[in-house]
């Protein structure tokens, strides 16, 4: 274990590229570099509100015992061998080109390397302004970083790739925020999250060069992306099958969203990372009632662009800008156009096989295909709990006869009572369900622990979050200890006093159902 403050930090990245060494903060273009040297704004009392135990354990990382140790994490020191930045980057937001955006509240302090000699980005979010800061702050709020710091973590333990979360530092000061865009700006107490991942580079790292025409900036950039973080992949088509490879990971990640129910609610192309985890947590949701149209971000709402149904198309999107931005490395375009062709198939595959799992089926043939089709768009029409659903599913009594028993059944999972032509879709469903399985070779607990394994039965829903929060902001961390507990194991029953739908009181609260950008 190694202490934050006494670490050699590696600096890949900034000794790669060119940046702005200028240190100066006041936001601008930066054309020509990849990066601008920008230095944390001291706070005035960093403490340590949380500290992820496993993810230090597994970088190696001691957990900060003085003051000096939690003032890294709050930007109040830098050390030697540290040498911060913030990256430029570009980004395509709710389908419109946005030209530069970057780093504007994150800072890379340095890189964190462990014994077998991968490196890990030590960030932090809300370190203050920095040239990309435009005319905001580079200040986040505790709200907001509480939600970065429970979310990705949970995304973790619940196997989806992720950035992760190492500490949440309350700064002491106070951060200015108009909450719901309507003139009525408050303060609130600051925060900042350490995030950690081999790299935050997004898709936007490679837009900002390709519409700058800095072509050797560009193939520089790809050259190292592919030799660091893919090195398996080598050769003279390298960036083609690069490409596919990010394609490939993208679509997993899609279809691990629509596994557990999750939506980002800002998938524009500078929140796109280049390695397939999920990035900058904002406005995000789980599902509560099923449905592909909701989108938990207020500033989505007019298009629902970012709706849950959607994202798997709007990824495609983003890796076509992706694409884009390659382009320049291609002396022609058919081969990077077919590859982004070979998404759907990649998507549909990944997408049948995990629905597959989540209702404990052995096979992926025709008929369960057509099966899995119509059992979703029976869930539209139901619009059931989606977490809650599938867990009565797997405990689905097979020998159930009648409307009114399966109704019963799912009873817990319904926001509103079944009409009586939804009990006989309700039953339908089962039926056809049952019948499905009866195709299973292996025992109905193999199906079910397939089940259990794929379904998580504990979510992070927003009204928890935003009760977690109020009582942090009061000075009870009681229900944020437990969520942080919860987090890590949410397929079993060990956490079950959260599994619950959402309250009605839920739907109507500000932060609890929809949520606004401003964090
Ligand atoms: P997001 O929608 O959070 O992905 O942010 C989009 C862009 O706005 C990124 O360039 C962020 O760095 C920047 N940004 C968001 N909030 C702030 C803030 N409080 N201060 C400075 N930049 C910000
Ligand atoms: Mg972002």
Redesign the pocket.
Known sequence: MQQLSSKEYKNEFVNTFDGDDSGELHPRQTPGVLYSKATPTPVKKPTLLAWSEDLAKELGIEKPSSQEETDILGGNLVTDTMQPYAACYAGHQFGHWAGQ??????ITLGEWEVATGKTFELQLKGAGPTP???R?????VLRSSVREYLMSEAMHYLGVPTTRALSLVATGDEVLRDMFYNGNAAYEPGAIVMRVAPSFLRFGNFEMPAARKEIDNLRKLVDWTISRYYPHIQGEDKVLRWFKEVLERTAALMVDWMRVGFVHG?M?T??MSILGLTI?Y?PYSFLDDYDPKFTPNTTDLPGRRYAFGRQPAIAKWNLGCLASALAPLFSGTEELVAALEGYDAIYWEKYYTMMANKLGLEQVDKENVSFIDDFEKALITLKPDMTIFYQLLADLPLELQDEQQVADHFKESFYAAPDKAERQLLYNTTQAYVEKLGKNTAPREESQKRMRANNPRIILRNYLLSQAIEGLESGDDSLFIKLQEALKDTYSNKSDEFFAKRPEWATKKAGCSMLS?S?
């Open positions: 955006l970057g780093d504007g509240r994150a990309y800061s435009r905001a702050d580079g200040r986040a800002v524009n500078d929140n900058d904002g950008c964090s």
